[in-house]
């Protein structure tokens, strides 16, 4: 299964962008890049996907590098309820999500 | 609407005992999973399941046991307990399987002492 590399934490201010990185070097054509996010003491919640070009919902904005090797997480203005563990996943054909660590995002008023 | 429940919320088994989580979903959706979760870690795929009397293995399997008889349910069994499963468990499901979001439920916290 293809792995994604994201930085352990990032920190944020109020009402501020916020740009979350992911490295995913070893992704295959057909893998979709998910992102999901974890408040605390819940099931993790589903933010956005991709396939290869940018996406926007209600929520973010996911910006997919043109090689794929890459994508980057965007909160346009993160608020308090914004912090949480946020996971970058690659979704196979087989539709299974492996999670990694994630980055904990922590947001300062 | 509710979504995908999970019964209980929190137990403690003691080595050796079985039980079995509780998943729920009213969405009909066909994909089902499971889900493990150790403290400061993500989450690890147990068993899956696409459809009413099909299920298969995910990364970490071993120590339990899943059936798929309804749309519905899907209930994870453990058989022998072990500390090793002290862990968050959460189910979740899916209309679909590429491209479609999973609906997670809030968890069952699991202690075994």
């Known amino acids: 299964d293809a792995k994604t590399t994201q930085p352990n934490s990032m920190e944020s201010n109020e009402e501020e962008p916020v740009h979350l990185p992911c490295n995913h070097s070893?992704?295959?054509?057909?893998?979709?890049i998910h992102w999901y996010r974890q408040l605390p003491s819940q099931g993790p919640e589903y933010v956005i996907h991709g396939l290869t070009s940018n996406v926007n919902n209600r929520m973010a904005s996911l910006a997919i590098a043109e090689d794929r090797k890459s994508s980057t997480l965007i909160l346009h203005r993160a608020t308090l309820r914004d912090a949480a563990v946020y996971y970058c996943i690659l979704r196979d054909r087989g539709g299974k999500l492996i999670f990694g660590q994630g980055t904990e995002l922590s947001v300062k008023p | 609407n509710a979504g995908v429940t999970q019964t209980p919320k929190f137990r403690i088994l003691k080595i050796g005992q079985s039980m079995t989580l509780q998943c729920t979903q009213d969405?009909?959706?066909?994909?089902m999973y499971w889900y493990r979760q150790d403290p400061g870690m993500g989450l690890k795929l147990i068993y899956y399941s696409v459809g009413a009397g099909i299920t298969d293995k995910g990364e970490v399997p071993n120590g339990y046991n899943v059936s798929r008889s309804t749309t519905e349910d899907f209930p994870l069994r453990l058989e022998l307990a072990a500390p090793s499963q002290t862990s968050v468990y959460f189910c979740?499901?899916?209309?679909?399987?590429?491209?479609?979001?999973?609906?997670f439920g809030p968890g069952t916290r699991l202690l075994v002492l």
């Open positions: 979740a499901s899916s209309y679909d399987r590429v491209g479609e979001d999973q609906y």
């Open positions: 969405m009909n959706h066909n994909y």
């Open positions: 070893t992704i295959s054509g057909t893998d979709y």
